[in-house]
């Protein structure tokens, strides 16, 4: 089925709530809490993983109330689609130099895990002093890349292919207020 603005609002009406929006603005209090612990005397560099990472990282950021700084970089593997390709395509590289920073990668999800592995790869070669990892989701399996797990982890959910909160089902619907599985997948 082509992607029409029709169809995406049926894939909306028809998909299940596994996280609704209070229980994600909670997730992120506490995500919040827990950098800010961490990393209030820091003077961190955030990195906004786009596209997906946008919604959590202005979430978050209005959250944390200390020095630091946000750049970005886009990074994608799945480019659209429902399942990513082995190849991770780096759109944009941050701009901000990462040497001896204390660097907080902020992504939307963690799946399998490919995408955050390569971030946090390019982040040590560019000398970062000390690289953490934030997700909004995790999802639930055994296929993720071995040991790698994020620092700060808002909520887990089932294997399922989601949307909401920057998540995108073939790019649109990242603007959902809640976390959602689409029916069927
Ligand atoms: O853990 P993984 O299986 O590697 O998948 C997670 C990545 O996939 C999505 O990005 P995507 O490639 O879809 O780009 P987008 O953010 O522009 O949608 C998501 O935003 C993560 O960056
Ligand atoms: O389930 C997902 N939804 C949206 N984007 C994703 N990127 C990896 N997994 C997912």
Redesign the pocket.
């Known amino acids: 089925m082509s992607v029409t603005p029709e169809h995406v609002k049926q894939v909306l009406a028809e998909a299940d709530c596994l996280v609704p929006r209070e229980q994600v603005e909670a997730a992120m209090d506490r995500m919040a809490e827990a950098i800010t612990g961490d990393l209030a005397d820091s003077n961190p560099l955030i990195l906004c993983v786009m596209t ?1 990472g946008v919604v959590a990282a202005g979430h978050l950021l209005t959250r944390l109330h200390f020095p630091l700084q946000v750049d970005y970089l886009h990074a994608t593997r ?1 480019r659209g689609a429902l399942t ?1 390709g082995e190849e991770l395509h780096w759109l944009v590289k941050p701009q901000t130099s990462l040497k001896d920073r204390t660097v907080l990668v902020l992504d939307d ?1 963690l ?1 399998e895990g490919h995408t955050l592995a390569g971030i946090l790869e390019y982040c040590r070669e560019e000398g970062a002093g000390q690289v953490l990892s934030a997700a909004l989701v995790l ?1 639930h399996h055994d296929r993720r890349v071995p040991g790698l797990m994020v620092d700060y982890l808002g909520v887990e959910v089932e294997d399922r ?3 909401g909160y920057g ?2 089902y073939k790019e649109y619907l990242r603007n959902v207020p809640g976390i959602y599985a689409v029916k069927g997948c």
Request: charged share 25%; proline share 0%; no cysteine.
């Open positions: 997906g799945y990513g999800i799946d999802k292919y989601v949307f998540m995108d």
